[in-house]
Nanobody, 120 residues
Framework: QVQLVESGGGLVQPGKSLRLSCVGYGFTFSNWDMSWYRQAPGKERELVAIITDKGRTNYVDDVKDRFTISRDNAKDTVYLQMNSVKPEDTAMYYC??????????????WGQGTQVTVSP
């Protein structure tokens, strides 16, 4: 059974740091692209950062130079290091595993989310 379990969210002051973790179960983690999404109240879910199975990374513009996505395939874990957080980073953060196969088919799994609240 495929499962993604996020942790590390919480209340953090502006300018501080936080690290989110997501552990994958039930699939060959190293073969999958992993990403972090977030959804703030009243807004659509948006992609924050992605790391491919080859280790290539990409970020949404407003987190570049502040957030870092990384993965440890030996631990089946993807991380999101969040530095210099801002109140607008407040959201539920979701981990996503994505695999392209066959003729352009896509399979994806989602975690249950971890809440990040940035407030003085």
């Amino acid at each position: 059974q495929v499962q993604l379990v996020e942790s590390g969210g919480g209340l953090v002051q502006p300018g501080k740091s936080l690290r989110l973790s997501c552990v994958g179960y039930g699939f060959t983690f190293s073969n999958w692209d992993m990403s972090w999404y977030r959804q703030a109240p009243g807004k659509e879910r948006e992609l924050v950062a992605i790391i491919t199975d080859k280790g290539r990374t990409n970020y949404v513009d407003d987190v570049k130079d502040r957030f870092t996505i990384s993965r440890d395939n030996a631990k089946d874990t993807v991380y999101l290091q969040m530095n210099s957080v801002k109140p607008e980073d407040t959201a539920m953060y979701y981990c996503c595993a994505r695999l392209e196969y066959g003729m352009g088919q896509v399979l994806s799994y989602w975690g249950q989310g971890t809440q990040v609240t940035v407030s003085p």
